[in-house]
């Protein structure tokens, strides 16, 4: 088990975007977060204390938990010092990078010196099946984006809190590094061999109570040239019976792609909900998951009205204003 509270390590991230794994902890465990360690010229801040080690040690900190999601998953050179420095101040570490921590010599040798633990958290630990597209019982809901980090992730933890807050059943079914690090256990799906994410997915949402609702935490996107492979597993893994659109609306192009533009949420849904009904043919697209988080409050109600009145479906960012109308649209299939 990776102990709490944490201090969430910022590094030199360019942009908030690039923090988003400790962004999410704040967010939806704010109680395990103690404070945020940023190097010279981090342009993301969490708005947490900036805590040196021992500040954040006094604080009651345990884990110094890697809160950037950088391209490739790698650990900086720039990153070590501070990393071999908070085993030897009595923490242990954390990452879901795809570098391991147990990879990197320097780290092993400390932590094993000074009795501290290292914690990959994008590591299978279970042998997963390969997908065999048999019809489970249960209800599933998968978030799909334009975009990668449009706010899949929020949109499901958003919605299984509003349905257990109303009496529901509900799970929030995590498949990356910062829904594990959130919730404490799923699947890292982007680590697991590809002949074999689609079944995992399958193992993570098994036969449940007819009106159970599974809520699996979206990846990637099926527009996006890197990680649509991961998104598609999901959509035929997870069989869902419902799809929402999730969308940033500033955005001018793709994630770390300034060559590709952003595709319609018509083109999304025209796109990805066919692909969903070959798995599932009662499949529907039921709801609009905006992340209005870089608009002021007059600019976000004007965008959701536009996408609502244009694609005719609830919109609603559920992170700012709740996931109720989502729901309500879960609850009236």
């Known amino acids: 088990m990776i102990k709490t509270p944490y201090l969430l390590f910022l590094g030199d991230a360019p942009d908030a975007l690039a923090a988003k794994v400790a962004q999410g902890i704040r967010d939806w465990r704010p109680e395990n977060a103690v ?32 809160g950037v999601a950088n391209r490739g998953g790698v650990i900086s050179d720039t990153w070590k010092e501070v990393l071999i420095d908070a085993l030897r101040a009595g923490f242990d570490l954390a990452s879901g990078l795809h570098t391991l921590l147990r990879d990197q010599p320097d780290l092993v040798e400390v932590a094993k010196a000074e009795g501290r633990s290292l914690h990959d958290v994008r590591i299978p630990t279970v042998k997963y099946p390969i997908a065999d597209g048999k019809k489970r019982t249960g209800k599933r809901c998968l978030a799909v984006g334009t975009d990668c980090s449009a706010g899949k992730m929020y949109t499901a ?7 257990r807050k109303r009496g529901l059943k509900s799970s929030f079914r995590a498949t990356g590094q910062t829904g594990i690090l959130v919730t404490g256990e799923g699947v890292p799906l982007d680590a ?47 069989q869902p019976d419902a799809l929402i659109l999730a969308h940033e609306p500033t955005r001018t192009h793709m994630r770390g792609l300034p060559d590709y533009p952003l595709p319609s949420l ?10 969903a009904r070959v798995a599932n043919p009662n499949c529907q697209v039921v709801g609009i998951s905006v992340n209005t988080a870089a608009l002021d409050d007059a600019a976000a109600i004007d965008c959701l009205r536009e996408i609502e009145d244009r694609m005719g479906l609830p919109a609603a960012d559920p992170f700012r204003q709740g996931a109720g109308r989502l729901v309500d649209a879960l609850e009236a299939l």
């Open 35 to 66: 404070g945020q360690f940023r190097l010279p010229g981090c342009k993301a801040d969490l708005r947490l204390p900036d805590m040196s080690l021992e500040e954040a040690r006094a604080a009651g900190a345990q884990t110094l938990v890697i």
């Open 157 to 163: 933890l958003a919605m299984d809190a509003e349905m």
């Open 192 to 238: 697991v061999i590809a002949d074999f994410m689609a079944g995992s997915v399958e193992w993570l949402t098994p036969d449940n109570e007819p009106d159970h609702w599974d809520h699996i935490e979206g990846q990637g996107s099926l527009f996006h040239v890197s990680y649509s492979g991961v998104t598609m597993a999901l959509i035929h893994g997870g």
């Open 266 to 275: 018509e083109q999304l849904r025209d796109t990805a909900l066919p692909l």
